[in-house]
Structure formats: C-alpha cells, structure tokens
C-alpha cells in the first residue's frame, strides 16, 4: 500500500490478492463483449498466472522460430554452409520471401532495396515487409551499400552458394550418399513404416507409463532418451512415484506424430552439446534424411564417431532403420523425412500409401459420442483428456465429449484445435466415407467442432490487464484533472465517475503518479 | 480469430502446386534453325525453373512434356520405376533426378526422330491436351482434404499454328472449366492464339526478347503459382487480339464467313467446310418474300 498525499493509490502487484480480485472484477463488469471480441489487451504475462492458473504450455516451434532464437548471425552462418540447411530454411520461408530470394539468386551484384521492393503489389505491402524482415532476422540477406548511396540487399554468399548448389549441382556430395552396393534383402516401405512406428510408440508408452508392464512388444527406452524427456518438460521426477507425465506431456500427446518427432528432436538438439556433438552437424544430418528418398538405403560411411552416436540416437527413436549397429547401410523411415513440414508430408502421401499409415480408430457422432476400437492403455489415456468415458470393452472405449470434459483439458492447457486435430488424425475410415466428410475438409460432423471451439471461446471472455486503482479522491475536479491525464497518454484502464475510481496501467502508474504530484503540489 | 487472409495464406501452403511444362522440342522452330545451341540452352533454363518449382514446396508436383512435329512424350516423370542414381555433387536427389530424366529422355526422343525434309508445324495443342489429361488423373488421386492447383506452362519458338485452331480452342475451355491455369512463354513470335488462352485461363503471356536471360524470365513471372500472382507486380497483359483466324489463309479478319456447324471462320465463302467436311448450298440471292396481298384486295 502506499500514499499519495490524500490519494489511495493501490499497487496491485504487492496488494493482496483479494486487491487483484477487486480490480478483475471491476475490469470485468466494464468490458463489454464487443471488447472481447475485436481483441487482445495488452496484458502483462507476468499477472496471469496468478489471475488464472495457467500453467506453462508445450510450446511448439517450427524451424523459423527455432532459429530466429536460439541462433546468431554467426552461427547462422556457419549453419548455411550446409546445403541441406539451406533448403530447409528456404522452404521455411514466407511465400513472398521465397519469390525475393529465387529473383535475386542469380544476380551478382547487391540489388537496391526500392528495386525489391517494387516486386511487391502495394496491397500486400504488410506481408512483404514481414517477408523483407524475415530474411533479415535469418541474415539470408543484408544491407550493403551500393555506389550512389543507395541501400541494396545482398543474399549472404554461403546462403547464395548452398541454394545454387542445390538447385543445380556442384559442391561435395552430401555425406549420407555414398555409393553402396545393392541391398541383398532391401526393405520395403511397409516394412520400414511398421518399424519406425513401433519405435516410436515406444517413447510414448514409456510416456504414460504402459511401457513399464511388461509387454513383449515394447521394450524399455534408453537412459538417453529419458534424459531428453526430463529436459523437454514432458516429464518430470518426483520423488515418489518416480519419473511421471507433466502437463505439456499429455499436451505433447494430442500432437500428430509429424509434430511430436519434431518437437523432440529440438529438445535433443537444445542438448546436443552435452554429448559432445556439433550442432550444426547434427541439423545437417537430419535433413539430409528429412530429404531422403523412402525405401532406399543410404550409407553411413565416412562418418565421425559423433555422427555415428547421432545416427544410433536416430535409430532408438525410429527416424531410421539399421540392422546391425555396425552397419554402414541404414534406411530413413517415415518419420524423418519432411521433418519441419506437417502439410508436406500429408500431402506427399497418395492414395495407396494411406493405408500404410495408422489405421484410424475413433469414430466421432453428432451427439458428441465418441467410439474408439483400441485396446492400447495409450490412446485411452490420451481419450481420457477431454472425453468423459463410459464404457470400457476389450476392444472398445465409448466416451462422450461434454462441456465439463472438454473444460477440463482447456484448463490443462489443451487446446481446442489440439483436440479436434487429433480426433481428426485418428478417424476411423469410415468416417472419411461420409458424404459431408468428402465435401469438407474435416472428416468430423462439424456441430462437434464447432462446439468444442465454442467451449474454448467461453474462456476467453475475458483479458486480464494489470492496473493500479486510484481512488478516495477528494474532489471530482481532481479526479477530472487525473483521469484525462491518463487518457491521454493512453494508460487509462477503467474509470468510474461517480464513486471516482479508476484503474491505470500498471506500466503508467509512475508517470500519473508524478502528475499527481506536480498537480496537487501546484494545487494546494 | 484469424484474417480471411490468414488463413487462405495457410491453405495455400499446404496446397500441392502442380506444375506441367510443355516444352516445343520442334527442330523445324526459327530458332534452333538458327543456332541448335540454343536447344540446349532452354532446356538448361527449363530444368532448373523447374527445379526451382520444386524446390518451393516440399508437395510441389512437375511434369515436363516434351512436343514435337510428330509426338509428344514425357520427360518426366517416367511412368514405372524412377531410375536408381546417386548423387555426385551436392545438388538435391530430386532436382539431380527430373535433370537425368529429362535430358536422358529427351536425348533418345531427338535420335529417334524421323528425318524432315521441310520445316511442319509442332502439336502443341496435343501435348497440351495430353498434359490436361495428365492433371486430371493425379487430381482424382489427391487424398481428401487436399487442395491441388494446376498450371501449364508452354515454352515454344514456334509460329502459330492455326490448323489446330479447334484443339486448341477446345483445351482452353477445359482448362477454364478445370481451373487450370495457362501459361505461354513465347520464344520467337506472339502467338495470338496461345495468348487467348492464356486470357481465358487467367494466366500469363510473355514473349521474350532475349534468349540469354530465359531463365530468369521464367523465374520471375511464371514460378510465383496464379494464387500469389496478385501479391507481385508482374508484366502487364497487353491488349489481347480476340480476331479469329480464317481457317483458309490463316490471316486474322474482323468479318468472315462461319461454317454452321463447327464454327469453323472463312475469309472467302466455301461450299464445302475445310474442318468438317459440311456441305452448304450455294447462297443464291436472298429469296424475295412474295409481297401479301392486302385483304382489301381480294375483298
């Protein structure tokens, strides 16, 4: 608590909580829908968790992201070296970007920044200058100068080399391509397919904890991969019960396989540096797989002994198939390949390959029944997260979705869109049959989805903003004076004329405060 | 919630592009008759733009026909097995496979080509119905829920080529009603015809001065797909010549004599149509209606 002069004026922030209620609650009589709905205020992320307990969510990156983060120019640099990084990165990029970059691939010199930027319709100037500042923050471009003082871009010389060798040949082949002779009892895509998905639900099982009974399926995973799991958040020790799920686990469940892989090997390449191995190797290596051709054998000869941990790492997880681990023959699955792209990989899948893929089991009606023929404590347990379950068969689950189950795993942090993807992704076949399912895009009757967003949208009526009440003042001029101060500089939260409260942002307090000052001092 | 815009963006991305290059292989075409380097030098250019569409997304699709006087044939892809190759230098497996294919293929087209003793005009119209046939197979095979958008580009030296003036009217309403896409990047001489097509499709039409820089011509204006082109400043249509060709003398004409049932355009009246073998009566003088005798006048 602290005063000024004769003014109370309330820190929210070192209030009690009962104080954080009050002004939540005079926000929330205030806002009206309309509010709501047109946005977003800025809210300080720092409140929320104590306003609402929202814990950590899983934070899924795509490859962009990842490194606008954790990488520097340099090391960026460096990375570009490698073509398949590059290609990678080039697919990354915002449509618009990628048009700028093929233009200007062939073009030795730097070409001025007015010239690019004329490429662009004015409509879409928005999305150009994301695309412009894109590039720049993945230093794929700089600014030099050019003669007549004019500011050009110039694509980095690595970046531009890789790209063109690529795209039309020259360099050092890519390690992973060195001749073999012919697979005696080469592996077929079915088989491969089988393979990397049992290893890959190995992680999983362990995950919710089914792996630990012994099946003569699933094996136990190694110390390794646990380690990462620890280090990814997905789960954690406790000192009772041993290694057990966290929430962004069971979130880190609902993903598509696609996504579930690529978020574990960021978590793996975060710690890469703690088993000895070069980043920039290891992101090579695998898209160099990522851009492998399923069903062919690949060689993994002339590798160092780091990449070769690297390339047994691969193999736990089922991003590739070996059979002895002192082959030099090994085949990528399905898992590896597209790594950063989930809609690529999709749509890269035709017709007769489906089937090759897992069999869909949930069956999903419009009176919000779900069916699911399983047997595995996986997907139950993953089911469990937002479906209210009734009954249990040997080879079926019946659950229905209700608002209390759906609200249940949204407080957990699960997304709406989370759910209906997952429910999408593991629909049964027939359910593709339907008639309306042919005509949309999404297989699932569309009052459900609509309605587990709606349930979503329930809980974000309302946006938390923090504040500081200022009240009890003295006369309505004063109030008057202080509160079209603070309009004016745009840090008026809420006021009340009549009782003469009203709520600054927090990061406006001091300045109103200073006003205040000089106002009262001028005054009295 | 997200923009409109947003989210088309987002359906663009995971779209599959389709892309099919009809390529003019006519050794009859001005400009290999010139210089038969230049050949080499657009199919250079044709395989790397075409590369360069692959390479902007990893479900990118590319077929490249080749079109000539007496055939048209697929360079790629082949049909069957994909040849088994390694990579030699550090270019994308991909890319170095639609390279070997292409010029493997094309290679044995060009030595099994039968002799020509005078310059015949290419089947572009075939081979642009053969690409649309290509497209709508793969169409049908797209899992559901996937989006494909199609394009064809055609890349010829040739003059025009009035005689298959109906083949090719009749793939420019396909590709309309198909919503596909045509483009035409003329080499030598503006073909009005293609360049309607490219009108009614809603593609581009770009002739190109300089062989030189045919690559980045391509690059610029025929690799951004159709959904993006309103997002870049491309080369502006010019006035597209909506005259019909006289099916006679090949001479566009604005007044002209139209066969009934083909729709067939003549500048000079023939008795029997050229295309359809229809048969007209000679047009004698209009028949004079007898005047009708006013009922007064028989009264």
Excluded at chain 1, 365 to 376: F, K, L, P
Aim: hydrophobic fraction near 40%.
């Amino acid at each position: 608590m602290y005063c000024v002069s004769k003014l109370n004026c309330k820190k929210s922030i070192s209030g009690t909580i009962t104080h954080r209620r009050e002004i939540v609650k005079q926000i929330r009589a205030h806002r009206s829908m309309a509010d709501t709905k047109s946005g977003r205020h800025a809210s300080t992320s720092a409140a929320t968790p104590l306003l609402v307990q929202s814990p950590e969510n899983l934070e899924c990156k795509n490859f962009q992201e990842y490194l606008r983060t954790r990488q520097t120019p340099e090391s960026l640099e460096k990375l570009y070296s490698y073509p398949p990084i590059c290609l990678a990165v080039f697919r990354e990029l915002p449509e618009i970007a990628r048009q700028f970059v093929i233009r200007i691939l062939f073009v030795d010199q730097p070409v001025p920044q007015a010239v690019v930027s004329s490429w662009g319709a004015q409509r879409v100037a928005k999305e150009q200058l994301e695309a412009t500042n894109c590039l720049s923050a993945l230093s794929v471009w700089r600014v030099t100068a050019i003669p007549g003082g004019l500011a050009a871009w110039e694509l980095s010389p690595t970046f531009k080399k890789s790209v063109r060798q690529v795209l039309l040949g020259g360099g050092k082949p890519w390690a992973i391509t060195n001749s073999l002779e012919r697979d005696s009892k080469p592996r077929d895509v079915a088989f491969l397919d089988a393979y990397a998905m049992s290893r890959w639900r190995c992680v999983l099982h362990y995950m919710v904890g089914t792996g630990n009974r012994s099946n003569t399926e699933t094996e136990a995973i190694s110390p390794d991969a646990v380690r990462i799991l620890l280090h990814a958040n997905l789960m954690k020790r406790d000192e009772r019960e041993g290694i057990t799920i966290t929430r962004q686990g069971f979130q880190f469940l609902l993903l598509d396989t696609r996504a579930q892989v690529w978020h574990f090997m960021l978590q793996y390449l975060d710690t890469c540096q703690e088993r000895g191995l070069v980043l920039a190797e290891c992101l090579s290596m695998l898209f160099q797989l990522s851009f492998s051709t399923l069903g062919r054998d690949y060689s993994s000869e002339g590798m160092n002994k780091q990449m070769l941990m690297f390339l047994q790492h691969l193999r736990e997880f089922g991003l590739v198939f070996q059979r002895k681990r002192k082959e030099h023959r090994f085949y990528p699955t399905r898992l590896a390949l597209n790594v950063t792209n989930k809609e690529a990989a999709e749509a890269s899948i035709s017709v007769d390959e489906e089937r090759m893929q897992e069999r869909g089991y949930i069956v999903v009606e419009t009176n919000y029944r779900v069916y699911a023929y399983t047997d595995s404590q996986l997907q139950v347990a993953v089911l469990g997260l937002f479906t209210e379950l009734l009954y249990r068969f040997p080879n079926l689950v019946v659950g229905v979705l209700t608002r209390d189950s759906v609200r249940q795993a949204l407080r957990g942090g699960i997304t709406a869109e989370q759910i209906v993807s997952y429910l999408e992704q593991y629909a049964h076949p027939n359910m593709k049959l339907v008639e309306s399912a042919i005509q949309s895009k999404s297989c699932l009757p569309p009052t459900v989805v609509d309605q587990i967003k709606l349930w979503e949208m329930e809980r974000n009526r309302f946006t938390y903003t923090e504040g500081v009440v200022y009240n009890q003042f003295l006369s309505q001029n004063d109030f008057v004076t202080l509160r079209d101060y603070a309009q004016s500089q745009n840090v008026l939260v809420w006021q009340n004329e009549r009782t003469r409260t009203m709520v600054v942002q927090k990061n406006g307090h001091d300045d109103v405060k200073r006003y205040w000052k000089k106002y009262s001092k001028s005054a009295g | 919630m997200e923009s409109p815009d947003a989210t088309a963006n987002k359906e663009d991305e995971a779209s599959i592009d389709l892309l099919a290059i009809v390529l003019d292989t006519n050794p009859s075409q001005l400009i290999v008759r010139q210089n038969p380097q230049n050949l080499t030098q657009i199919l250079e250019a044709v395989i790397a733009f075409g590369n360069a569409h692959l390479m902007q997304k990893a479900q990118n699709k590319l077929a490249v026909l080749s079109c000539s006087h007496y055939t048209t044939e697929f360079l790629f892809p082949l049909p069957g097995r994909q040849v088994e190759l390694r990579q030699i230098d550090a270019q994308y497996e991909a890319f170095s496979l639609v390279e070997k294919t292409v010029k493997q293929q094309l290679g044995s087209i060009l030595m099994n080509a039968p002799r020509l003793s005078a310059p015949c005009e290419s089947l572009l119209a075939g081979s642009m119905s053969m690409a649309l046939c290509y497209i709508s197979r793969l169409q049908r095979n797209v899992p559901a829920g996937v989006k494909m958008h199609s394009r064809i580009l055609v890349i010829t030296g040739s003059n025009e080529c009035a005689s298959q003036y109906m083949t090719f009217m009749n793939v420019f309403f396909t590709a309309q009603k198909l919503g596909i896409v045509v483009d035409t990047c003329a080499l030598d001489k503006t073909l009005s015809l293609l360049q309607q097509g490219c009108d009614i499709t809603n593609g581009q039409f770009l002739k190109v001065n300089q062989l030189d820089g045919l690559l980045q011509y391509l690059l610029w204006v025929f690799l951004p797909s159709p959904q993006m082109r309103h997002k870049l400043v491309l080369p502006p249509t010019p006035k597209v010549d909506y005259r019909a060709s006289c099916f006679c003398h090949r001479e566009l004409i604005d007044i002209g004599y139209v066969c009934s049932v083909c729709l067939s355009v003549f500048c000079k009246y023939s008795p029997i149509c050229t295309t359809c073998h229809t048969i007209f009566k000679t047009p004698g003088p209009l028949p004079i209606k007898p005047k009708k005798k006013k009922k007064i006048d028989k009264n």
